[in-house]
């Protein structure tokens, strides 16, 4: 049973550019969630995809954006980036309305902006 | 806005004592509270969760215990062993986020 996987595992960018993230959600869940962990802090929730709409957002800007597909996986976008973005971008799984709230981690995409 | 925050930011153990790692939350409207460890270069990894209608729960080794009148959440460990040693952080959930604090990082000593 494959847990949460993510691509790529690091990335290199440069400023003003924009980049897409990928998630696979563990088998049997339909509810992906997007945080972006800085060096040395907790994540931060930036939104959250079920039934291929953005459930919930957190407190980041238009720049970020995502997509849910059919299959559950999903993408995260992010256009024109800043030096700021530089960060570790957790994806985390779960199954809405089986009641447990757990969510599973993903090991992350390391994003660097130059 | 509020957030879930942690007193200590580093805790050294020896290895085979008790760890006690503590959290204060502010968000009184989170219903569910969750543990979880990470260590370097991987995702977090769940511990133990608790509902804000308890106010303890035991796993394997570790307990979790929530004070709703002071809001405080904690996370003991039992017999800490070396493999113990990772960053530790609290999260709340109210509604379909999770609010993480800044985390506290456990080191172990042999």
């Known amino acids: 049973d494959a847990g949460v996987t993510q691509s790529p595992t690091h990335l290199i960018k440069t400023r003003g550019q924009q980049v897409t993230l990928r998630c696979s959600p563990k088998s049997g869940h339909d509810t992906v969630s997007w945080y972006q962990q800085a060096l040395g802090q907790g994540p931060q929730f930036i939104f959250q995809?079920?039934?291929?709409?953005?459930?919930q957002r957190g407190n980041f800007p238009d720049r970020f954006s995502g997509h849910q597909f059919p299959n559950y996986s999903s993408e995260l976008n992010v256009n024109a980036l800043l030096l700021g973005d530089s960060a570790l971008y957790l994806c985390?799984?779960?199954?809405?309305?089986?009641?447990?709230?757990?969510?599973?981690f993903g090991p992350g995409t390391r994003l660097t902006v130059t | 806005g509020e957030s879930v925050g942690l007193h200590l930011p580093t805790l050294s153990v020896q290895e085979g004592d008790n760890s006690i790692i503590n959290c204060a939350y502010s968000?009184?409207?989170?219903?569910?509270f969750i543990w979880y460890k990470q260590e370097s270069g991987k995702g977090p990894q769940f511990i133990i969760d608790?509902?804000?209608?308890?106010d303890k729960r035991q796993g394997q080794r570790v307990t979790v215990l929530l004070n709703k009148t002071v809001k405080h959440l904690s996370l003991q460990i039992a017999a800490t062993q070396p493999g113990d040693s990772a960053v530790y952080f609290c999260?709340?959930?109210?509604?379909?986020?999770?609010?993480f604090g800044g985390g506290t990082r456990l080191m172990v000593k042999p």
């Open positions: 608790i509902r804000s209608n308890m």
């Open positions: 999260a709340e959930r109210p509604g379909n986020m999770l609010t």
């Open positions: 995809y079920y039934e291929e709409e953005e459930r």
């Open positions: 968000n009184s409207a989170s219903d569910y």
């Open positions: 985390a799984s779960s199954l809405a309305g089986g009641g447990s709230y757990e969510q599973y």
